[in-house]
C-alpha cells in the first residue's frame, strides 16, 4: 500500500519532497509585484527625501536566504516562512538573523538611527504569520515589535460580546469551545495571499502519480460510504484536467479543482504512515483542505454553486468529522443543506429532473441521503435540530432499473493508459443504490422520531405502547431492505467484495444504533423504563459490526471519527447498564437467571473489555491528545465497579 510520506506537508520535509508540484511551471507564472506578499507598499515619503541617494546597507539581513534570492517579500516566519511554505522550497536563515529573531529584537546596535519626524513613517503593510501546526509559538512581527511606540495613538478595546455556543451555554466573550472535548481553533490554514488567485491553489497540485493513489485510496476507503461522486464522470474530468496546461488550469472550474483537492485530503487521512508520524500525516491533509477551501472561495461556493461544489462541501464535512472540527462540521452541513436545496436535490429527481438518465437520478439521491446523514447524526451528536427534512423523496424515488441504461464504458471514453481506478459495473451500481436507500430510511427514522425529540427535550417514548410501536417500525424497517442488506448471516460481512463489505457494515451499525436508542429511551412519567437485555442486544450487535470493521480494515478504521464515537458511545451504555445493574439489589438481571440472559451479561461485559483494548491500540492516532486516555480510564473504571459477571 501507498506510504503516506509521499504526501507530506511542505514543512515536514526540508526541500520541498512533499509537493514537488511543478513547481517549474509555478514559478513560470506571472506574479503580482502589487501584492503585499511579495512587495511591502510604503508610506509615501516627502520629495526631498525621495531624492537623496540611497544609502549602503549598514544591518543584517533577517530574511531567509531562499527570499534574498529571489527578491520577494519574506515574513520571517520559523520553522519556516509563509513563502517557502507555499512554494515549497528551503527556508535557511543566517546564523544572526536566528540569534536576533530568538531573542525578540532588532538588530539596533548596528542599525543607524531614524532621525525623522515622528509624523513620518517607513513601516510597511505586513500579513500575520502562518503558524505551522508543529510550532507552539509564532515569531514576533515587525508590527509587534513597534507597539510600544504607539501609545500615541488611540486605543480602541471593543466590549465583550455574548455568543451562543453549541453546548446551550451563553459565554461572556466569543472564545471557541471544544465540542466533546475536542476540535481546534480554525478549520483551515491560510497558505494564501489577497491577488494570488486560482495560480495559487494549482501551485501546489500534487504530482500526477501522487494524485493518482490519493484517488485510488479515496474510492478505495471513502467513496463506498458516501457513494455521491459519479466515478465515470469524475475520471474522465480528472484525466481532462491533468491533460491541459498550467496556464489552462489556472482558469479551470474552481469547484472542480476543489473537489479534486479534497479527495486528497479525505484520501491522505487514510493513507499508511511508513517513516511519517500521525501529525506529519494531519499536517499534510489539512493543507490540502485548505487548498480546496481557497478554490471553493475564489468560485463564490455560496452563491455560485454547482454539483461540484455541492460534493465537494459534502466530502468537507466527512473531512471535518474525521479531524476532530465537529462543530465546523454542523456549520459545514447547514451550508450545504442551502445549496443541495437551490439543485433541487431534495426533491424527487422524477419531478425535479424528468430528463435525467438512471445514472443522474442515481447522484441525486446519493448526494441528497449523504446530506441527510451527515445532518441527522451531527444533530444526533449534538442535541440540535436537523434542517434537512423538507424533501419528497419517497422509497419509491429509489427505483431504478439500470439495465434500460448505457454501459458507463460506452457513455465515457476510457485513455490508453487507464484511470488510477476501474468503473464500477450495473451490479455494483445497483447495490450502491440499494445501500443508500437503506441509509436514507435510517435517516428518516432518526430524525423523526429521535434527533427532533432529542432536540426539544422531549423523551423518545410516550408509553411502553408507544415504544413497541417504534420498535415495530423498525423491524419493519429491516425487513424491507433490499437483500443482502437485511441478511441475518453472521458472516455476512466478510465478503471477496471490499466495498459491498463496508455498506453491509454501515447498514448494521446505523440500524443497530436506533434500536439501542429506542430500547434505553425513559419516560419516568408514563413508566418507560430501560429494557435492560434489548439494549444489551442491539448495543452487541452494534459492537460486533465495529469489531468485525477492525478485523477487515485495520487501523484505517482510526480514520473514522465517527465510527469511533459511536462505538465509545454505545460501549458507555453498555456499561452504565451493567453498573446500574451491579447495584440494585433487585435488578432485572438477577431476577432473570435464564441462561440466555446470563450469557447477554458476560457479553457485555466481554465487550466493554474488547473495546478498552481497542482504544488502547488505536491510541497512536490520536498521540498529540488526550481523549483516548480519557475514555479508556473512564471505562476501565466503570468495568471494576461491575460485579454482576
Known amino acids: 500500500m501507498a506510504q503516506v510520506s509521499h504526501f507530506m506537508h511542505p514543512s515536514v520535509y526540508p526541500g520541498g519532497v512533499a509537493l514537488q508540484h511543478h513547481a517549474s511551471s ?58 517557502c511554505t507555499k512554494r515549497p522550497s528551503n527556508c535557511e536563515y543566517t546564523a544572526v538573523a536566528d540569534t536576533i529573531a530568538a531573542s525578540g529584537g532588532k538588530p539596533s546596535k548596528i542599525r543607524k538611527t531614524d532621525k525623522r519626524s515622528p509624523g513620518s513613517s517607513s513601516s510597511k503593510c505586513s500579513i500575520a504569520n502562518i503558524t505551522h501546526p508543529e510550532s507552539d509559538t509564532t515569531p514576533p512581527t515587525s508590527s509587534q515589535s513597534r507597539s510600544k511606540n504607539r501609545s500615541k495613538l488611540r486605543e480602541y478595546t471593543p466590549e465583550p460580546r455574548a455568543s451562543v455556543l453549541l453546548n446551550g451555554l451563553t459565554m461572556p466573550n466569543s472564545a471557541p469551545i471544544h465540542v466533546f472535548d475536542i476540535g481546534r481553533e480554525h478549520p483551515f490554514e491560510n497558505f494564501w495571499t489577497m491577488k494570488g488567485g486560482l495560480a495559487e491553489v494549482v501551485g501546489v497540485l500534487p504530482r500526477k502519480e501522487q494524485a493518482d493513489l490519493l484517488v485510488a485510496k479515496f474510492f478505495d476507503a471513502v467513496d463506498p460510504l458516501y457513494p455521491v461522486i459519479g466515478r465515470a464522470e469524475f475520471l474522465r474530468d480528472y484525466d481532462y484536467f491533468w491533460s491541459l496546461t498550467m496556464q489552462e488550469k489556472c482558469s479551470f472550474d474552481a469547484s472542480v479543482l476543489a473537489l479534486h483537492f479534497v479527495i486528497y485530503a479525505n484520501a491522505t487521512q487514510f493513507m499508511e504512515l511508513g517513516e511519517a508520524s500521525h501529525e506529519d500525516r494531519t499536517a ?13 472561495r475564489l468560485s463564490s461556493y455560496w452563491n455560485h454553486i454547482t454539483t461540484s461544489t455541492v460534493q465537494a462541501m459534502i466530502k468537507t464535512f466527512y473531512f471535518l468529522i474525521n479531524d476532530d472540527h465537529v462543530s465546523d462540521a454542523w456549520t459545514c452541513v447547514g451550508i450545504t443543506v442551502r445549496q443541495a436545496q437551490v439543485l433541487k436535490l431534495n426533491r424527487d429527481p422524477k419531478i425535479a429532473a424528468p430528463e435525467a438518465d438512471g445514472y443522474e437520478r442515481m447522484r441525486r439521491l446519493c448526494m441528497w441521503q449523504g446530506i441527510m446523514s451527515q445532518d441527522t447524526i451531527i444533530s444526533l451528536f449534538l442535541k440540535l435540530p436537523c434542517t434537512s427534512g423538507h424533501s419528497d423523496i419517497t422509497p419509491a424515488s429509489f427505483d431504478i432499473d439500470f439495465d434500460e441504461e448505457p454501459d458507463e464504458k ?70 424491507s431492505f433490499p437483500f443482502p442488506f437485511s441478511s441475518h448471516d453472521p458472516n455476512r460481512f466478510y465478503v471477496d467484495d471490499r466495498r459491498l463489505s463496508r455498506q453491509l457494515i454501515s447498514v448494521n451499525v446505523n440500524f443497530n444504533h436506533l434500536m439501542m436508542l429506542i430500547h434505553s429511551a425513559t419516560n419516568a412519567e408514563t413508566g418507560v423504563v430501560v429494557d435492560v437485555f434489548g439494549t444489551l442486544e442491539a448495543a452487541h450487535q452494534n459492537m460486533i459490526s465495529f469489531f468485525a470493521f477492525r478485523e477487515l480494515r485495520g487501523s484505517e478504521v482510526d480514520g473514522f471519527w465517527a465510527w469511533q464515537h459511536r462505538a465509545f458511545e454505545t460501549t458507555m451504555t453498555i456499561a452504565n447498564i451493567l453498573e446500574a445493574e451491579s447495584k440494585s439489589a433487585t435488578s432485572s438481571a438477577g431476577s432473570n437467571s435464564t441462561s440466555s440472559a446470563q450469557w447477554l451479561l458476560m457479553t457485555a461485559k466481554q465487550d466493554i473489555i474488547q473495546m478498552i483494548e481497542v482504544i488502547k491500540v488505536s491510541s497512536g492516532y490520536f498521540e498529540y491528545q488526550t481523549m483516548p486516555e480519557k475514555r479508556s480510564d473512564t471505562l476501565q473504571k466503570i468495568l471494576d465497579r461491575i460485579t454482576i459477571v
Not at 525621495?50 to 515574513?75: G, H, I, M, Y
Not at 499534510?284 to 471553493?296: G, R, T
Not at 485513455?415 to 437503506?438: I, Y
Open 410 to 479: 460506452e457513455q465515457f471514453a476510457v485513455p490508453p493508459g487507464g484511470f488510477p481506478v476501474p468503473l464500477l459495473s450495473k451490479q455494483a451500481l445497483k447495490l450502491d443504490l440499494d445501500f443508500v436507500k437503506c441509509l436514507w430510511q435510517c435517516a428518516e427514522f432518526m430524525q423523526d422520531f429521535i434527533s427532533k425529540p432529542r432536540s426539544l427535550d422531549i423523551p423518545l417514548c410516550n408509553s411502553p405502547d408507544h415504544r413497541r410501536q417504534l420498535l415495530g417500525t423498525l423491524r419493519a424497517m429491516w425487513t
Open 284 to 296: 499534510s491533509a489539512e493543507f490540502y483542505i485548505s487548498a480546496a477551501h481557497q478554490a471553493l
Open 26 to 83: 509555478a514559478s513560470s507564472l506571472p506574479r503580482d509585484n502589487t501584492s503585499p506578499i511579495h512587495s511591502g507598499a510604503e508610506h509615501a515619503l516627502p520629495p526631498s527625501a525621495a531624492q537623496k541617494p540611497k544609502q549602503k546597507r549598514n544591518k543584517p539581513t533577517l530574511s531567509c536566504q531562499e527570499c534574498v534570492e529571489r527578491k520577494t517579500k519574506c515574513d520571517r516566519g520559523r520553522p519556516k516562512c509563509s513563502a
